[in-house]
């Protein structure tokens, strides 16, 4: 990436970027990294890893945890203009989980280092405000994610992902595994065969090899509410 586009991104996408002074800005923009990431490919994997602050300028990436059978749980994902300071909780206290974030499409991210965003963290009230506004957004979005898993009927669970899905990708034609699904919701591939099978015996939907087509989407949203 260039670096006049670099800068670009940083000052538009940053909301903090207004607010900070301009040897702040300097230290931000001498220490980001550009870095493209093709699809599958892992950004952060789990306890190793405290990269940093991550600014999406491309594609779309997934957040998830790893129970200590194995089994992924997608927490939230991020698209172009998202920002993730989870990649960089090793400067957080009292984070006691590990978080892997893997590229879901050929994607483009700008990386502030971890000792950069630390140091605007206790430096800058608007960071430091900032990232407790995104952190607290986050961990909503993670008890959102617990409370479907603990409280939500798979059933609903599965509509409600594959909604969301057809809203992502801008289609009712899902290129995506039943394996790929059972990643994103915590659970076993055998176990969204099933209920996709059921799905399509009520007409709700179509399988086909590697894709799913929502043929009513209304029995679906009902199914949800």
């Keep these: 990436m260039p670096e006049q586009q ?10 903090f970027w207004s607010q900070i002074t301009e040897d702040q800005k300097r230290l931000i923009e001498n220490s980001a990294v550009a870095r493209s990431f093709g699809k599958g490919e892992l950004l952060l994997s789990g306890p190793d890893d405290c990269v940093g602050m991550l600014l999406v300028t491309s594609g779309q990436l ?27 909780s090793c ?49 909503s979005d993670v008890m959102w994610i617990m409370e479907q898993v603990l409280f939500t009927s798979f059933d609903k669970r599965l509509a409600h992902f594959l909604i969301e899905q057809s809203s992502v990708d801008a289609t009712d034609n899902l290129e995506i595994t039943h394996d790929a699904i059972a990643r994103h919701l915590g659970t076993a591939r055998e176990v969204v065969t099933r209920m996709l099978k059921y799905f399509q015996s009520e007409g709700m939907v179509s399988l086909s090899r590697g894709g799913i087509t929502i043929l009513d989407r209304t029995k679906l949203e009902k199914l949800i509410s």
Excluded: H, W
């Design 6 to 15: 670099k800068l670009k991104f940083l000052s538009e996408y940053l909301p």
């Design 62 to 88: 997934r957040v998830y945890i790893v129970s200590d059978g194995g089994k992924e749980i997608t927490l939230y994902r991020l698209f172009e203009r998202d920002i993730c300071i989870l990649s960089a």
């Design 91 to 139: 400067m957080m206290k009292n984070i006691n989980f590990d978080i892997y974030v893997q590229a879901e499409k050929d994607s483009g991210i700008i990386l502030v280092p971890t000792s950069v965003y630390n140091r605007l963290n206790k430096t800058s009230l608007p960071v430091s405000d900032y990232t407790n506004e995104l952190m607290s957004s986050r961990f």
